[in-house]
């Protein structure tokens, strides 16, 4: 079982090869934050993609962590990415988004694989790393009730035990749904500094998440609460900590709202559908405003990296 506190030494899988500094802050109990590629291969264009995620990388250094970018090169996991690996995934068409299912096929055949939510926490979670900060989390999609279209981030987030701070979900997705099974399946949802659950470009969603925390050590406490709380043979499961973009990047729902009806409508339109949703759409509403859209998105992604990065720095000190 895993231990409560934060961090872990490096456990050694045959699958898996850490970065070198990553390695070494986990055996030195060092705070460290994980970091998705599906965001780099698949949610924004290149050459924003690879800038931001390097930008995103130094900001968690600067906050006093070591970020470990999760990835899948040539069959490998990847805790930790070199320059030219995460080159190749913000450049190679070759990379897949790979979801959970996705996973044992990619390493079976040695290919590259850009990691979701639900991929990275668990890569993640073999790795020993406790806190991770990506854009936003996949969700309950619009139509779910036909589509069964529900991310795989969400089961992931009720069985594995990494934090996962996050900008709230998008309104391509029902905000209110997402929430519901979240609640269901027993994830805390904690609001960072907000009530209200943010909804990715937008700062007001209409929902309130169920728990606020103020700051970085309230949410490390009700995070070691949670792993206290495990009952041998379970893992304690995952959090989402909703922190919303910051209030000069934000696009305001009055604005965002027709421009994601349009986005769906598009997408309906040229029957796009399951895994290529979210990647269509983000682009889609990335071309309908402009640009304007991925402004917003490397702008709260880097505000999830500061914020991860505080509560591994807490759980850290927790931990000793
Ligand atoms: N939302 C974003 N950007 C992203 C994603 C979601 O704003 O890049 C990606 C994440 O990797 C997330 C995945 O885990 O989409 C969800 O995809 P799906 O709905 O197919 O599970
Ligand atoms: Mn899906």
């Not at 930008?55 to 070591?66: C, D, H, K, P, Q």
């Not at 055949?109 to 850009?114: D, L, T, V, Y």
């Not at 998008?170 to 997402?178: E, R």
């Amino acid at each position: 079982m895993l231990r409560p506190d934060a961090t872990l030494s490096p456990m050694p899988h045959p699958l898996l090869d850490y970065a070198p500094e990553v390695a070494q802050a986990l055996h030195d109990a060092q705070p460290v934050v994980a970091l998705e590629s599906t965001i780099i291969s698949h949610g924004m264009p290149y050459p924003q993609n690879v800038q931001t995620a390097r930008e995103v990388e130094a900001l968690i250094r600067e906050a006093g962590a070591v970020p470990a970018t999760i990835a899948v090169i040539a069959g490998r996991l990847k805790a930790g990415l070199s320059e030219g690996e995460l080159d190749i995934m913000g450049t190679d068409k070759s990379v897949q988004k790979i979801s959970l299912r996705d996973l044992p096929g990619t390493v079976a055949q040695a290919r590259h694989g850009a990691t979701t939510v639900a991929t990275t926490m668990r890569v993640a979670a073999l790795a020993g790393i406790r806190v991770f900060a990506t854009g936003g989390t996949g969700g309950v999609h619009r139509g779910a009730a036909q589509s069964f279209d529900i991310s795989a981030d969400l089961m992931e987030l009720a069985r594995t035990p990494v934090a996962v701070v996050s900008a709230g979900v998008k309104s391509i997705l029902d905000i209110g749904l997402t929430l519901e099974y979240l609640e269901t399946q027993g994830v805390p949802v904690i609001g960072y500094g907000v009530r209200e659950f943010p909804a990715f470009y937008s700062r007001e969603s209409g929902f309130l998440s169920p728990l606020m925390a103020t700051g970085a050590p309230e949410v490390a406490r009700a995070l070691h609460a949670q792993w206290s709380l495990t009952l041998p043979g379970q893992s304690g499961g995952g959090a989402l900590i909703a922190n919303p973009i910051p209030l000069e990047a934000e696009i305001a729902r009055r604005e965002i709202d027709p421009v994601i009806e349009q986005a769906l409508s598009d997408m309906a339109a040229l029957k796009v559908t399951g895994k290529d949703t979210t990647p269509y759409l983000l682009g889609r509403i990335v071309e309908i405003t402009g640009g304007r859209s991925l402004v917003a998105n490397i702008a709260l992604v880097k505000n999830n990296a500061r914020v991860a990065a505080e509560i591994a720095c807490e759980l850290a000190l927790m931990g000793k």
